[in-house]
């Protein structure tokens, strides 16, 4: 998702202040709380970004939502962003503060795709073996495709393993057209 400049700015104002104030932790875990909500509910976001809906009434809902679970100055945050008319941006806000968060700790995004669920010791063990060959702390993030049919495909920003029985068997009829074609 791309965010605006305006965006990038809140959020890196945000994340120093939690630095400074050593709350860095807690304002991530209200980040990420704020984050999800809004990821799993379009209308929030709509709603967010209406320009016929009022500010006040934008706020009231916000605190409703998470006043009594946020770090004071994370709804002070929040609240600043009403009175200068960017409550609309809150998502991007709270987007771009996980990853600008993610940059500063070192953690790189690793999506991996397999079959089959796998199991809270298969994720710690992939987690830990995916760390030990890139140098950085991970943070997994594991889809399921029964297409695959087994095996794993790994994506590392811009660089894909894909260790999948689909993408092998792909090769393998890739390989036989093109003797078959000699």
Do not use: C, W
């Not at 104002?13 to 379009?42: C, K, P, W, Y």
């Not at 209406?50 to 994370?74: H, M, N, Y």
């Not at 998502?91 to 397999?114: E, M, N, P, R």
């Amino acid at each position: 998702m791309l965010t605006t400049k305006a965006a990038g700015r809140y959020a890196a104002a945000l994340l120093e202040l939690a630095q400074e104030r050593n709350e860095l932790e807690e304002v991530l875990e209200d980040i990420f709380l704020m984050h999800n909500t809004m990821e799993g509910s379009s209308e929030l976001v709509n709603f967010l970004q209406s320009p016929i809906i009022k500010f006040d009434d934008k706020i009231a809902v916000l605190e409703k939502l998470f006043s009594d679970g946020i770090q004071d100055s994370t709804d002070k945050f929040m609240k600043l962003l009403a009175r200068k008319d960017r409550i609309e941006l809150l998502y991007q806000i709270t987007a771009d503060f996980i990853a600008q968060y993610k940059k500063l700790k070192g953690i790189i995004t690793v999506d991996v795709v397999v079959a089959e669920e796998l199991n809270k010791d298969q994720q710690i063990q992939l987690q830990k073996s995916i760390e030990k060959r890139v140098q950085k702390k991970v943070d997994l993030n594991v889809s399921i495709d029964e297409t695959v049919r087994g095996g794993i495909s790994v994506r590392i920003d811009d660089t894909v393993i894909d260790g999948t029985v689909k993408h092998q068997l792909e090769k393998l009829n890739e390989r036989l057209h093109s003797t078959a074609a000699v």
